[in-house]
């Protein structure tokens, strides 16, 4: 999502960190279990009632888009063409689609944030292609993540892989700061410049979230005032997690198994244990 609110940068704890990775997980879980489901003939209305439920399942975790700003599905799932706050709805997916599932949980006062684009069926060379390079621009981002870098370095990295591929990026919708508040300070642009920005530190974290374009960067939006869809009707695609900066580097918090239940038994953060930059799941 793309509405920012002004204020200060909040930095967290290792604790609080932990909390917003325990949101994460059911998160990282989530896109596992709904993976088998985003098949030709399901409806977008049924993907939305799965997330709904499958959240509210775990203790205390409640789905933090609904009722976001008076959006009124549990995810965003976004068709093709649709980049972002996709209504769901009783549309049919069908064989060659793209559709990204964007879900936010909010679990004990702490929220966390992802999004993956899915396959429906067998999809085309250019559905194909866009999927791989927002993925990998994902990816390469989440690696400049680090302290000593700045809030451009994250967009700069998206800049550098997403060159030469024929994709452009989305420059209206940008990446945010998450914690008490799904979306906070600072915004993470896709269209970033090396040092520029606000310097990174460790306890600060971000949803990073590439979104491309097949075709034009320019978008509108849909007559029901939430669909942003590409202006040119061609594909989009949106991968997205949330990621703390820590000293060791950044902590996947979206990613899943960032760290085993030994490393709690022992006693070490587990915040900034497993392999933290290595954990960008690939659907
Ligand atoms: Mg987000
Ligand atoms: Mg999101």
Request: with cysteine; net charge negative.
């Amino acid at each position: 999502m793309a509405r920012q609110r002004a204020g200060a940068i909040h930095l967290k704890s290792p604790a609080e960190i932990e909390a917003i990775a325990q949101g994460g997980c059911i998160i990282a879980a989530l896109m596992d279990e709904i993976e088998p489901l985003v098949v030709p003939g399901v409806t977008t209305e049924a993907l939305d009632r799965f997330v709904d439920e499958y959240v509210r399942s775990h203790d205390g975790a409640v789905p933090a888009f609904k009722g976001l700003y008076g959006f009124p599905g549990s995810a965003c799932i976004s068709v093709n063409a649709e980049v972002v706050h996709g209504i769901p709805a009783k549309r049919r997916l069908r064989g060659g689609d793209i559709v990204s599932i964007d879900v936010g949980v909010r679990r004990e006062g702490w929220c966390a944030d992802s999004a993956f684009t899915f396959p429906v069926g067998e999809i085309g060379a250019e559905a194909a292609h866009i999927m791989d390079v927002t993925r990998d621009a994902l990816r390469l981002a989440v690696a400049a993540t680090v302290p000593g870098n700045h809030v451009g370095d994250i967009g700069a990295a998206v800049v550098e892989r997403v060159r030469g591929t024929g994709l452009a990026i989305i420059p209206d919708l940008v990446g945010h700061g998450v914690g008490r508040e799904i979306h906070e300070e600072p915004q993470v642009s896709n269209v970033g410049r090396r040092g520029r920005g606000v310097p990174l530190q460790p306890g600060m974290v971000l949803a990073i979230e590439p979104m491309l374009a097949a075709g034009t960067d320019q978008i509108v939006t849909l007559a029901d005032r939430w669909t942003v869809s590409t202006a040119d009707g061609r594909l989009s695609a949106h991968f997205e997690h949330t990621v703390a900066v820590t000293a060791d580097g950044p902590a996947v918090l979206t990613g899943g198994g960032i760290w085993d239940r030994s490393d709690e038994r022992d006693g070490h953060d587990p915040a900034v244990t497993g392999p933290l930059s290595t954990t960008i799941r690939h659907p």
